[in-house]
């Protein structure tokens, strides 16, 4: 498969951890016109289509859609693992397609945390040991590693399990492992790839929970990507849709809820 893409380079700015957890009104994130195309052969498949949105500071954004919609291509080009074809994606004033490899592997570091749906935790690692990686590419003194390390873990209720390797943890403790390594630099946006799709239901509304309460306390911008309606209802601030890489519907949660509540209404006059 051949990539389609046009890198410049410019250089980067420092970066601030996330005070509060209120929304204000300056963008986290504009998404302006992008495009992630591939080439297979003859045929130019278009994994996302012309989108434009934008994210506030502190907000909570689900992206649904159903598989190859585009919507975890959107969340690869936001975290910096891919580059677009054409259009721009812009965090905290920064074209992230104008950054060299260097800078954005630095923006990966300290700006993003990622969790996906596989836990991505090194099996040959202590939980204690897969935690503190990222401190260690970033090159946080050695001597504060350790009680940063024990904060995040206590913080996702794992620290009597900080000497266990993830094959000897549930598969939610293994993704709770992977939420406190990702925000173990205190970024200011956290990413989420179908953060419960490995888990029963219980556990996946646990890990739901804390994303929450990181977004509310921490002040942390979240876009998750998932394919359940009904957890983003019940946790995001507003729902985009995308179908065939094009983002097709941008709504509140309030007004999302009052469409199902009109639809549920006419569905049931329709059957009187």
Known sequence: MESI?????????AIKSPTSGAINDTPAIR???LCRHYRM????IRAVDGVTLSVKAGEFVALLGTSGSGKSSVLNLIAGLDRPTSGSVIVQQRNLSELSRQELAHYRLHTVGMVFQSF??????TLAENVELPMRFAEIDRGKRSDLVRAALTRV?????MNHRPSQLSGGEQQRAALARALINR???LLADEPTGNL???TGTE???MIGEFNRQLGMTVVMVTHERALAERYAQRLIFLADGKLVRDESISAAIAGNAMDRAKAEENRQ
């Open 5 to 13: 893409e046009r890198p410049t380079q410019r250089d980067a700015s």
């Open 31 to 33: 998404v302006e016109q």
């Open 41 to 44: 052969g003859d045929t130019v």
């Open 120 to 125: 991505n935790l090194i099996a040959s690692m």
């Open 157 to 161: 209720g794992l620290q009597a399990r």
């Open 187 to 189: 970024p200011q946006l």
């Open 200 to 202: 029963d239901s219980r």
């Open 207 to 209: 890990i739901m929970n």
